[in-house]
């Protein structure tokens, strides 16, 4: 399995309130990505990362900002949570630039905006 | 505007018969197909590619076809298990869309029934 780490695995928070989210990676990989999961939408980029302090905006990346200040960290930060937030929220990695290199995703984080 | 589409939210097969799983795209710059499946609690995990210059890939039970000319793909599992039991995510690249992101479909839960 690739080395992903999601933490926290669950949040619960509530409305206006600011939240973030840690993808910590071991593989050294360049490329990591936020999706989130919702039912009847499938997988959604929020926001991506080509390296260190290089981001880029996703399709659903309102509300949301991100950093990456080492190449084994990248924050998903809600500046302030609202309940359209409330998702299953998947960090991936992926070793080079080109989809010949596989995506590997983490485990998820479960957050729930009250 | 959806890319990629996955029309059928389910689809239910008992095990032994062939499971087909479909995917459409409206991008015609996408020159890059992949299946992935994900278990409940769990990231999604990479199934089976294809490029743009194939019309099939195997892999084991997995087969996938393209049709380029009707912008459709398939995902076929023969013989299906109680364990394909999950939902499987098409996804699709492309030069237009920069090689280093996915678009995603909304899914297609597969349920295996014994």
């Known amino acids: 399995d690739a080395g992903i780490t999601q933490s926290p695995r669950h949040k619960v928070t509530e409305t206006g309130t600011p939240v973030t989210l840690r993808c910590h990676q071991t593989e050294n990989h360049r490329y990591m990505y936020w999706y989130r999961q919702d039912p009847g939408h499938g997988l959604r980029l929020i926001h991506y990362s080509y390296g260190v302090k290089d981001t880029d905006k996703g399709e659903v990346s309102d509300g949301y900002s991100v950093s990456r200040s080492k190449t084994e960290d990248f924050l998903l930060t809600l500046e302030s949570a609202t309940s359209s937030q409330t998702s299953v929220y998947f960090c991936?990695?992926?070793?080079?630039?080109?989809?010949?290199?596989?995506?590997?995703f983490g485990s998820g984080t479960q957050l729930s905006v009250l | 505007d959806q890319q990629v589409k996955q029309n059928s939210p389910s689809l239910s097969v008992q095990e032994g018969r062939i499971s087909i799983l479909n995917c459409d795209y409206t991008n015609s710059m996408f020159d890059y197909f992949l299946w992935y499946k994900k278990y409940p609690a769990e990231g999604p995990t990479f199934l089976i590619s294809i490029s743009s210059i194939k019309d099939k890939n195997e892999d084991g039970r997995f087969t996938v076809f393209l049709n380029k000319s009707a912008k459709h793909l398939s995902l076929h599992i023969v013989p299906s298990q109680p364990g394909d039991s999950a939902v499987y995510f098409c996804a699709a690249s492309g030069s237009q869309g920069g090689s280093e992101k996915l678009v995603f479909g909304k899914g297609t839960k597969l349920t295996v029934n014994p």
């Open positions: 991936a990695i992926r070793g080079g630039p080109t989809v010949n290199e596989k995506l590997f």
